[in-house]
């Protein structure tokens, strides 16, 4: 609920009286606000009572006679200046014209309302400005955190790339220079790493532009009926080198065919994040266990490893912006930190969802659930964003 202060400058005590009888029980409710919008009403009879009262606790909306005794509505609202914080001003005047309407908007007014008016063009003429009020007020805040994400953004970026960046650097100054002696093999070993690193900053970046192409609605969608299986044994191909070389054996459990209408590069996204995510995080001799299932309209996708695990605490995060579970066992593991963002992020615009259970030692199981109609994900997909 919203609670906005309203001041009336009137120098007629009737004209005060029923402003406030008019308001003080009146609310209504906004799309963007959570609750109702209510007033209370505080009220001035001169220009220069209300210049007080307003300097010691400025009201969101002034109602503000054009005449007064002393000084005039204009008068204040030049005394005032334009505040930043967003308060809107209302002339009331019985000498309502076009030239008055013109010199109170160019004084900084937000609108006029004539006298005589009625209770009910009080209302409406209170409820716009109430509203423009609140937007512009949501407006400014979301341009903050806007600023501030955009803050947090660059700097996790440049910590993240300014690592792999040092280390190749640091080794092509030592290849550059022979300093380590005049044994190829460490010069190969120095090679390997940077490509390592190279290969981290280039994951990075596709999955920086994978999320703003995701949240900005950017990228163009090709919607077809897809076989989940086949995307399944996909991410399983994808990732069978660095199993194999780690001897982690992988298995898919899935029907013949699993038919779903997806754009088949989302649905790659979401399964090369989580079998990739199983492998890396496994120990050596493991195994990965991908289940594809559908039922009532709803493909459900379960990568299980025998992997580190996580605490209960770090998964609560897992599924967050940049983040990355550091510990010892996972602190030589390369990662950007949005892969699971990523995949939380489709699994919402398919309407569904993605969960984890984990514990340490003892390996993790990621579940993604998504709903195969385009008739559903658009049903379940506004649901999931009105929760949020």
């Known amino acids: 609920?919203?609670?906005?202060?309203?001041?009336?400058v009137d120098d007629e005590p009737g004209m005060r009286q029923g402003v406030a009888r008019a308001?003080?029980?009146?609310?209504?409710?906004?799309?963007?606000?959570?609750?109702?919008?209510?007033?209370t009403i505080d009220a001035a009879e001169t220009g220069e009572e209300a210049i007080g009262k307003i300097a010691s606790a400025p009201p969101d909306i002034l109602l503000?006679?054009?005449?007064?005794?002393?000084?005039?509505g204009l008068d204040v609202i030049d005394r005032m200046g334009r505040p930043e914080a967003g308060m809107v001003t209302i002339i009331i005047t019985a000498y309502a014209s076009l030239e008055t309407a013109v010199t109170a908007i160019k004084h900084g007014a937000y609108d006029f309302l004539a006298k005589p008016f009625t209770p009910e063009e009080l209302k409406t003429a209170v409820r716009k400005a109430a509203e423009s009020l609140i937007l512009t007020r949501q407006a400014r805040r979301l341009a903050q955190e806007k600023r501030a994400l955009r803050f947090q953004f660059i700097s996790v970026l440049a910590h993240e790339l300014k690592a792999p960046l040092g280390a190749i650097e640091g080794y092509l100054h030592i290849i550059k220079d022979k300093a380590a002696g005049s044994d190829?093999?460490?010069?190969?070993?120095?090679?390997?790493?940077?490509?390592?690193?190279?290969?981290y900053m280039r994951k990075m970046i596709g999955d920086l532009l994978d999320l703003t192409r995701i949240e900005s609605g950017q990228r163009k969608r090709e919607l077809a009926t897809i076989d989940v299986r086949e995307a399944a044994k996909s991410a399983i191909d994808?990732?069978?080198?660095?199993?194999?070389?780690?001897?982690?054996?992988?298995?898919?459990?899935?029907?013949?065919?699993?038919?779903?209408?997806?754009?088949?590069?989302?649905?790659?996204?979401?399964?090369?994040?989580?079998?990739s995510n199983a492998v890396k995080?496994?120990?050596?001799?493991?195994?990965?266990?991908?289940?594809?299932?559908?039922?009532?309209?709803t493909v459900?996708?379960?990568?299980?490893?025998?992997?580190?695990?996580?605490?209960?605490?770090?998964?609560?995060?897992?599924?967050?912006?940049?983040?990355?579970?550091k510990n010892d066992k996972t602190r030589s593991?390369?990662?950007?930190?949005?892969?699971?963002?990523?995949?939380?992020?489709?699994?919402?615009?398919?309407?569904?969802?993605?969960?984890?259970?984990?514990?340490?030692?003892?390996?993790?199981?990621?579940?993604?659930?998504?709903?195969?109609?385009?008739?559903?994900?658009?049903?379940?997909?506004?649901?999931?964003?009105?929760?949020?």
């Open 184 to 199: 190829p093999a460490v010069y190969d070993h120095m090679i390997e790493r940077s490509l390592i690193r190279a290969e």
């Open 238 to 275: 994808t990732a069978s080198h660095e199993a194999k070389a780690r001897s982690v054996t992988m298995s898919l459990h899935c029907p013949a065919s699993v038919p779903m209408t997806a754009d088949r590069a989302e649905i790659d996204i979401i399964l090369n994040n989580l079998v």
């Open 23 to 39: 308001l003080r029980n009146y609310k209504f409710g906004l799309p963007d606000v959570n609750g109702d919008v209510w007033f």
């Open 300 to 325: 459900t996708v379960a990568v299980c490893d025998t992997g580190i695990g996580m605490t209960g605490e770090e998964a609560s995060r897992i599924f967050a912006d940049f983040v990355r579970i």
């Open 64 to 72: 503000l006679d054009h005449k007064l005794p002393g000084m005039s």
């Open 333 to 388: 593991i390369l990662g950007s930190g949005l892969g699971l963002s990523i995949v939380k992020k489709l699994a919402l615009l398919y309407g569904g969802d993605v969960a984890v259970k984990s514990a340490p030692g003892a390996g993790s199981t990621f579940t993604v659930t998504l709903t195969s109609s385009p008739e559903g994900q658009k049903a379940r997909g506004a649901q999931a964003q009105a929760a949020v």
């Open 281 to 297: 995080y496994n120990t050596d001799g493991g195994r990965v266990d991908v289940t594809v299932l559908e039922n009532a309209g």
């Open 1 to 8: 609920m919203d609670t906005l202060r309203l001041l009336v």
